[in-house]
């Protein structure tokens, strides 16, 4: 124990070695920011200007529809189109993947997989965010001491749904610490936190600032006991920068101004009350006096001159020359990048891979509900059916009950594999979007890994569905004929997930449980089983071709009835399907191939599994912009 504590110690010295010769100072030159184009645009921010330093805790106020938020984004490198201006690291123009790779962004709602641990989760974001090339110990250090700062050791076993909201926001903020980054931005960081959580929050990102990061966040009227833990204040107005600072000078320029905020007032709410106009057309003015934050105020306690900017506001240092603008992140930007900064990731593919995968199946095995309920409509209907169709499957009498039950084990299947993935993903989606904008993972690997968990669930539950089912209605037996149409079954989960994916990447979940099953119609009607394939009209023909459940209505057909299958029972003086193939010709399914039908429903698991990735990528861009 003592060996590992003076090896954690020994890290952690590095770490803040590290941290201190990878400091950034950020600055920002005449940025605009606008939404649409063409008269219909509209400008959010207006030549904007401001300096923020490591070891500062900034935040940046404004009224709702300011332009904070914009402001943020931007900065951070989520924001990318629509944007004039130039962004500085340390004096050198941003490269914005660089960037992103030494900075993390906390979100507004801590999306968090509520199935797992802290140490879970810590131990997955320290796999993920430091790679291969530290070791476990150091990985595990590391972790300890992230949760010993927040105060989260105590809560390491305890799963996500069970902690408060002031302890979700600390591990939203640990998880992003693990990789030990320079520049940390948040969005409203004290949103839906009381006033002592809000203290608690707020005090944590300074002691996070002051070991030498720079700490970002937006913040929406906060008391003046929180105001005064913020090192660095820029208030942003109408797209503008009004006041940019310190916290305590922020009363004595606006008293500049001829704005007094009145004695045991909150400094920010007056700020905020200036912002919104209530106080006359004031805001050109601030705008002017800090030179749309091209200047910091400083208070000046014996000023010289009846001039506020010439006595009480200092350069931002924009053109400071001894500053090394050849340094970015510690490294002359002119070296060459070793090869743990060309790559994107920290941890290689496979890693992602095998990291994503297990915490993928630690939230689908604890998410019992689900998981039970599942499991037990695939019982519960597959004997209801048994029962309905009780020993249909060798009496030619009632052979199309048979069809309409081989009909029905495909439509159960399709419904019961894509429905509850269309609920499930809109809500991890939003952990994606969190995750995969941090750079944890890349979206090959997650939904390589998503792809992956559900697969056994997409065989267990069709097979202990259709093994009832086959035994009860008096199918052939045949372990070839049952296992050609359990191959069929499983081609139909799958592709029936993958529909979930899509369309669950492309809608939220009020849009999505509607879409899902009205985009299924089709497919439907052109299966074979309502309208016989040779009477469908020639111009819509095509429909039959891409209808997966085509291919899986006769597949399931083909296992029954092709092949030489011996002559069916009959209840009755005469049966004109005694035989199968006569069946078979009802349906036009004489000539159809069952490979044919096995590889048109792998094809479009294929196909719909490349369309879900290409929707979720483009979400995540839209996000991104």
Same mark, same amino acid.
């Given at each position: 124990?003592?060996?590992?504590?003076?090896?954690?110690?020994?890290?952690?010295?590095?770490?803040?070695?590290? +941290? %201190?010769?990878?400091? /950034?100072?950020?600055?920002?030159?005449?940025?605009?920011?606008?939404?649409?184009?063409?008269?219909?645009?509209?400008?959010?921010?207006?030549?904007?200007?401001? #300096?923020?330093?490591?070891?500062?805790?900034?935040?940046?106020?404004?009224?709702?529809?300011?332009?904070?938020?914009?402001?943020?984004?931007?900065?951070?490198?989520?924001?990318?189109?629509?944007?004039?201006?130039?962004?500085?690291?340390?004096?050198?123009?941003? $490269?914005?993947?660089?960037?992103?790779?030494?900075?993390?962004?906390?979100?507004?709602?801590?999306?968090?997989?509520?199935?797992?641990?802290?140490?879970?989760?810590?131990?997955?974001?320290?796999?993920?965010?430091?790679?291969?090339?530290?070791?476990? +110990?150091?990985?595990?250090?590391?972790?300890?001491?992230?949760?010993?700062?927040?105060?989260?050791?105590?809560?390491?076993? !305890? &799963?996500?749904?069970?902690?408060?909201?002031?302890?979700?926001?600390?591990?939203?903020?640990?998880?992003?610490?693990?990789?030990?980054?320079?520049?940390?931005?948040?969005?409203?960081? !004290?949103?839906?936190?009381?006033?002592?959580?809000?203290?608690?929050?707020?005090? @944590?990102?300074?002691?996070?600032?002051?070991?030498?990061?720079?700490?970002? !966040?937006?913040?929406?009227?906060?008391?003046?006991?929180?105001?005064?833990?913020?090192?660095?204040? =820029?208030?942003?107005? $109408?797209?503008?920068?009004? /006041?940019?600072?310190?916290?305590?000078?922020?009363?004595?320029?606006?008293?500049?101004?001829?704005?007094?905020?009145?004695?045991?007032?909150?400094?920010?709410? /007056?700020?905020?009350?200036?912002?919104?106009? $209530?106080?006359?057309?004031?805001?050109?003015?601030?705008?002017?006096?800090?030179?749309?934050?091209?200047?910091?105020?400083?208070?000046?306690?014996?000023? !010289?001159?009846?001039?506020?900017?010439?006595?009480?506001?200092?350069?931002?240092?924009?053109?400071?020359?001894?500053?090394?603008?050849?340094?970015?992140?510690?490294?002359?930007?002119?070296?060459?990048?070793?090869?743990?900064?060309?790559?994107?990731?920290?941890?290689?593919?496979?890693?992602?891979?095998?990291?994503?995968?297990?915490?993928?199946?630690?939230?689908?095995?604890?998410?019992?509900?689900?998981?039970?309920?599942?499991?037990?409509?695939?019982?519960?209907?597959?004997?209801? %059916?048994?029962?309905?169709?009780?020993?249909?499957?060798?009496?030619?009498?009632?052979?199309?009950?048979? #069809?309409?039950?081989?009909?029905?084990?495909?439509?159960?299947?399709?419904?019961?594999?894509? %429905?509850?993935?269309?609920?499930?993903?809109?809500?991890?989606?939003?952990?994606?979007? &969190?995750?995969?904008?941090?750079?944890?993972?890349?979206?090959?690997?997650?939904?390589? #890994?998503?792809?992956?968990?559900?697969?056994?669930? +997409?065989?267990?539950?069709?097979?202990?569905?259709?093994?009832?089912? =086959?035994?009860?209605?008096?199918?052939?037996?045949?372990?070839? &004929?049952?296992?050609?149409?359990?191959?069929?079954?499983?081609?139909?989960?799958?592709?029936?997930?993958?529909?979930? @994916? @899509?369309?669950?990447?492309?809608?939220?979940?009020?849009?999505?449980?509607?879409?899902?099953?009205?985009?299924?119609?089709?497919?439907?009607?052109?299966?074979?089983?309502?309208?016989?394939?040779?009477?469908?009209?020639?111009?819509?023909?095509?429909?039959?071709?891409?209808?997966?459940?085509?291919?899986?209505?006769?597949?399931?057909?083909?296992?029954?009835?092709?092949?030489?299958?011996?002559?069916?029972?009959?209840?009755?003086? =005469?049966?004109?399907?005694? =035989?199968?193939?006569? /069946?078979? $010709?009802?349906?036009?399914?004489?000539?159809?191939?069952?490979?044919?039908?096995?590889?048109?429903?792998?094809?479009?698991?294929?196909?719909?599994?490349?369309?879900?990735?290409?929707?979720?990528?483009?979400?995540? &861009?839209?996000?991104?912009?």
């Amino acid at each position: 124990m003592e060996e590992q504590g003076l090896r954690c110690s020994k890290l952690t010295k590095l770490q803040g070695n590290s +941290q %201190m010769t990878a400091s /950034f100072d950020l600055t920002f030159h005449d940025l605009c920011f606008s939404k649409g184009k063409g008269s219909t645009g509209k400008m959010i921010l207006h030549k904007m200007n401001g #300096a923020f330093k490591s070891g500062q805790l900034t935040a940046i106020l404004g009224p709702s529809g300011a332009g904070k938020t914009s402001l943020m984004n931007i900065l951070a490198g989520l924001k990318t189109s629509g944007i004039e201006g130039r962004i500085d690291v340390n004096g050198v123009e941003r $490269e914005r993947k660089t960037f992103r790779k030494r900075s993390a962004y906390i979100m507004q709602k801590d999306h968090l997989l509520s199935n797992l641990t802290v140490d879970e989760y810590m131990t997955a974001a320290a796999h993920l965010k430091l790679g291969n090339g530290v070791s476990n +110990q150091e990985k595990q250090c590391a972790i300890e001491q992230v949760m010993k700062t927040l105060g989260l050791t105590v809560s390491r076993q !305890t &799963r996500i749904s069970c902690l408060s909201g002031g302890e979700c926001k600390r591990l939203s903020v640990g998880l992003e610490l693990i990789n030990n980054p320079t520049i940390l931005f948040l969005d409203e960081p !004290t949103s839906g936190l009381d006033s002592s959580s809000s203290l608690q929050c707020v005090g @944590l990102l300074r002691n996070i600032a002051k070991s030498g990061r720079m700490v970002v !966040t937006t913040i929406h009227q906060p008391s003046s006991r929180l105001l005064e833990h913020f090192d660095h204040l =820029y208030i942003v107005a $109408e797209g503008s920068c009004m /006041f940019q600072g310190p916290v305590q000078s922020l009363v004595p320029y606006l008293r500049t101004m001829n704005l007094n905020c009145p004695s045991y007032h909150n400094p920010a709410d /007056f700020a905020m009350d200036v912002a919104s106009g $209530e106080y006359g057309n004031v805001l050109a003015r601030l705008v002017s006096g800090i030179e749309n934050g091209r200047l910091i105020y400083h208070e000046n306690p014996t000023p !010289t001159s009846e001039s506020p900017s010439s006595s009480r506001v200092t350069d931002n240092g924009f053109d400071d020359e001894d500053e090394d603008v050849n340094m970015l992140d510690g490294h002359s930007k002119k070296t060459d990048k070793t090869k743990d900064e060309r790559l994107f990731y920290a941890a290689p593919f496979h890693t992602q891979v095998a990291v994503l995968l297990g915490r993928t199946w630690r939230t689908i095995w604890r998410e019992k509900m689900l998981t039970m309920l599942r499991f037990a409509a695939h019982v519960v209907v597959s004997i209801l %059916m048994g029962l309905l169709y009780w020993r249909v499957g060798d009496d030619a009498a009632i052979i199309y009950n048979n #069809a309409g039950l081989l009909f029905f084990n495909q439509l159960f299947i399709l419904f019961a594999a894509m %429905m509850p993935t269309i609920v499930t993903f809109p809500l991890e989606r939003k952990v994606l979007v &969190r995750e995969h904008l941090n750079h944890w993972y890349s979206l090959k690997a997650y939904y390589l #890994a998503k792809t992956l968990a559900d697969i056994p669930f +997409q065989i267990v539950f069709p097979l202990l569905y259709l093994l009832i089912v =086959y035994l009860m209605t008096n199918q052939p037996m045949s372990i070839q &004929r049952f296992g050609m149409l359990l191959c069929i079954t499983i081609c139909m989960s799958l592709v029936a997930q993958g529909i979930g @994916l @899509l369309v669950g990447a492309a809608f939220s979940i009020q849009v999505a449980v509607f879409v899902a099953p009205a985009s299924t119609i089709p497919f439907l009607l052109f299966s074979g089983f309502f309208v016989n394939l040779n009477s469908i009209p020639i111009y819509m023909s095509w429909i039959a071709d891409v209808s997966f459940f085509r291919y899986a209505f006769a597949g399931s057909m083909l296992s029954i009835y092709g092949g030489e299958r011996a002559p069916l029972t009959c209840s009755q003086p =005469y049966c004109h399907f005694r =035989y199968a193939q006569k /069946f078979l $010709e009802q349906f036009d399914l004489a000539q159809s191939s069952y490979y044919l039908s096995v590889v048109g429903l792998l094809v479009f698991f294929f196909v719909i599994r490349v369309a879900g990735y290409v929707v979720l990528r483009f979400k995540l &861009r839209h996000v991104r912009c």
